[in-house]
C-alpha cells in the first residue's frame, strides 16, 4: 500500500506565507510526476503547479512567481512553498504522485488535502 499525506496547511493573513508537505510511504519503488491540486467550495479541482522527476517544473498562471514547487526524493517528499497569499487562494490543497510500486505498474495516488485558508 501507498499513502500519500499532506501538512502545512492552516489560516494566514494576505501577504503571508505557508509551506505545504506532501510525504508519500509505503512499498515505493520511484516516483515519477508529483503534483499540487486544489479545490475551493463549489469549484472544480484545479493544478496548482506539478514537478517531474528530473525537477522540471510547471506553474498555473494565477500562482507563478508566488508558488515554489520542489521535491526531496531521498525522503519522497514533495513542497510547495506559497507566498504572498491571496484569499482567492483560500482553497483545500492536494497532492497527487504518480509511483510504481515493487512488481506492479504505475499508479495515481491523491493525498487526503489540506486546508489552507487566506483571510483579513
Known amino acids: 500500500q501507498v499513502q500519500l499525506v499532506e501538512s502545512g496547511g492552516g489560516l494566514v493573513q494576505p501577504g503571508g506565507s505557508l509551506r505545504l508537505s506532501c510525504a508519500a510511504s509505503?512499498?515505493?519503488?520511484?516516483?515519477?510526476?508529483m503534483g499540487w491540486y486544489r479545490q475551493a467550495p463549489g469549484k472544480q479541482r484545479d493544478l496548482v503547479a506539478t514537478?517531474?522527476?528530473?525537477?522540471?517544473?510547471n506553474y498555473a498562471d494565477s500562482v507563478k512567481g508566488r508558488f515554489t514547487i520542489s521535491r526531496d526524493d531521498a525522503k519522497n517528499t514533495m513542497y510547495l512553498q506559497m507566498n504572498s497569499l491571496k484569499p482567492e487562494d483560500t482553497a483545500v490543497y492536494y497532492c497527487?504522485?504518480?509511483?510504481?510500486?515493487?512488481?506492479?505498474?504505475?499508479?495515481?495516488?491523491w493525498g487526503q488535502g489540506t486546508q489552507v485558508t487566506v483571510f483579513s
Open positions: 497527487n504522485a504518480e509511483i510504481i510500486r515493487f512488481y506492479y505498474p504505475q499508479e495515481v495516488y
Open positions: 514537478i517531474t522527476s528530473r525537477g522540471t517544473t
Open positions: 509505503g512499498s515505493i519503488f520511484s516516483i515519477n510526476d
